[in-house]
């Protein structure tokens, strides 16, 4: 059951092989044998998940399954649970239990699958490591020394680790693509707006986006159908017709047009990452392929510019946890205004307070000018170069990330060097494309190397079928991390 994809599993479980209490059960009892390892999950409850299995076979036993009806996801503790604990991987939020279900966890609900638990991520979505999360750093399954990326690190680390089948996962400015790379799992960025962000806690809220993370691009497709969806509480959610992700996965690439942009092969990536990069766009030729050279001469300027705009929206969106009306509050204070501050001062993690400091500095009189509007005219710069690049193309490559998994604390005390961490992500974030990376290789370490696809707006099933007739010819998305061996 635990190597199947998740088509198989609907299969499998519609065919009688195994119930969902059998194949819930089994995932329960992975988490619990091997969790303590990889720090993968903050809140599990069995007892939930089980009943939630059972109604799930009842459901199946009436005919009424929909395709993943009885399967098991975990989900990114960003997203508000009804009865579960939801705590954004931040103290602020330790003990809060959501009195309602995001419109994802909704979809979900309705679709019959299964609550597997809660995951660990950086708090708030903040970071690129999963080292933030007040619940500990979260170790990636192919070397535990490792970090898993982040800021959805609990999810991919969770699907690598063969703990989840799929889990769902939130990106900013790479927090889905990112760690799907270091941990050598798939992850999709749908287009900004595709994905309601009702019932998500939020960081920056024009950037912040829910996506799939699984083992492959045929599993993303089955979960992207259930989680997109219009959304009336979300003012930015997109009301357009349903379709079904998977309707081109087969479809051959002859004559697919991929854009080079020479900007992200240049200094800063690692030669192991150029290799297998190199090595699948060489595969793609072999399937038909044809390779442009574009440009993104903005890009250059999205890391900045993502720096300004994104702690900005987070000094906004945080400024709701102030000990008052629900979260943490400090023990010991002498007035309201004393209260707020020791509040926010232990409630708050160091990355955190860093951003909103930022944020709220280029919002002051002032610096506004200065800072924020000049980064929100290079974003529509960054915009308008994918629109121009996009004339020449079908899809962009690129490596997901510069560099394979790092060591644990390697990068905690130079926040540049793990902003950069992200230097290939966050222009899609900024223009609002959809994203998604594939794993391509291994470094020299046996560590998983990302691929990442960035296609145009509302053109998920067609980046879908890139990536699956890739892992067609490949076997890199099939190699076990050793955690998933155990």
């Given amino acids: 059951m635990i190597d199947t994809s998740l088509k198989q599993l609907s299969a499998d479980l519609a065919a009688k092989k195994f119930s969902s209490v059998e194949l819930t059960g089994a995932y329960l009892d992975r988490i619990e044998a091997n969790d303590a390892a990889i720090n993968a999950f903050i809140t599990v409850d069995p007892d939930v998940s089980l009943a939630q299995a059972r109604?799930?076979?009842?459901?199946?036993?009436?005919?009424?399954?929909?395709?993943?009806?009885?399967?098991?996801?975990?989900?990114?503790?960003?997203?508000?649970?009804?009865?579960w604990r939801t705590t954004c991987g931040s103290r602020m939020l330790e003990n809060f239990r959501s009195p309602y279900d995001a419109h994802v966890i909704q979809r979900f609900n309705e679709a019959g699958a299964v609550n597997l638990g809660k995951t660990n991520m950086d708090e708030f979505a903040m970071g690129s490591s999963n080292e933030t999360s007040f619940f500990g750093p979260v170790r990636n399954p192919w070397d535990t020394a490792c970090v898993p990326g982040g800021s959805s690190g609990g999810s991919a680390a969770a699907v690598?680790?063969?703990l989840a089948p799929a889990a769902t996962g939130t990106d900013t400015g790479g927090s889905i693509r990112q760690p799907a790379a270091l941990c050598g799992v798939s992850g999709l960025k749908p287009t900004y707006g595709l994905v309601s962000r009702y019932g998500m806690i939020a960081f920056a809220s024009s950037l912040d986006q829910g996506g799939p993370l699984a083992k492959s691009a045929e599993d993303l497709a089955l979960v992207l159908d259930t989680m997109v969806g219009f959304d009336a509480r979300d003012s930015t959610s997109l009301e357009r017709s349903a379709e079904e992700y998977a309707r081109m996965l087969e479809e051959p690439l002859q004559g697919l047009r991929i854009g080079l942009p020479k900007e992200y092969f240049g200094e800063g990536m690692s030669a192991d990452v150029r290799k297998s990069v190199d090595e699948a766009i060489d595969e793609y030729r072999k399937l038909g392929a044809t390779t442009v050279d574009v440009e993104l001469p903005a890009s250059?300027?999205?890391?900045?510019?993502?720096?300004?705009?994104a702690p900005a929206e987070a000094s906004s969106n945080l400024s709701r946890y102030d000990g008052v009306r629900y979260g943490y509050r400090a023990e010991n204070y002498d007035d309201l205004l004393d209260m707020y501050c020791k509040t926010r001062a232990q409630g708050f993690g160091a990355e955190v307070k860093r951003r909103i400091l930022i944020g709220t500095y280029v919002l002051s009189h002032g610096y506004y000018d200065a800072?924020?509007?000049?980064?929100?005219?290079?974003?529509?710069?960054?915009?308008?170069?994918?629109?121009?690049?996009?004339?020449h193309c079908d899809v962009i490559m690129s490596p997901t990330s510069p560099s394979t998994a790092f060591r644990i604390g390697d990068r905690t005390a130079d926040p540049v060097q793990m902003y950069l961490s992200d230097i290939y992500t966050i222009a899609a974030n900024l223009a609002g494309l959809p994203g998604i990376s594939i794993p391509c290789g291994l470094d020299g370490a046996g560590l998983p190397v990302g691929l990442q696809i960035i296609g145009n707006y509302f053109s998920e099933a067609r980046m879908l079928n890139v990536a699956n007739v890739y892992q067609k010819q490949t076997d890199w998305h099939l190699r076990k991390s050793p955690v998933a061996s155990n």
């Fill in 160 to 162: 690598a680790a063969a």
């Fill in 371 to 391: 800072y924020y509007l000049q980064a929100q005219r290079i974003r529509r710069l960054v915009a308008r170069d994918f629109a121009q690049a996009f004339e």
């Fill in 55 to 83: 109604a799930a076979d009842e459901r199946i036993a009436r005919g009424e399954a929909q395709p993943l009806t009885g399967i098991p996801v975990a989900h990114k503790d960003i997203w508000c649970a009804k009865g």
């Fill in 300 to 309: 250059e300027l999205s890391v900045p510019a993502y720096y300004v705009i």
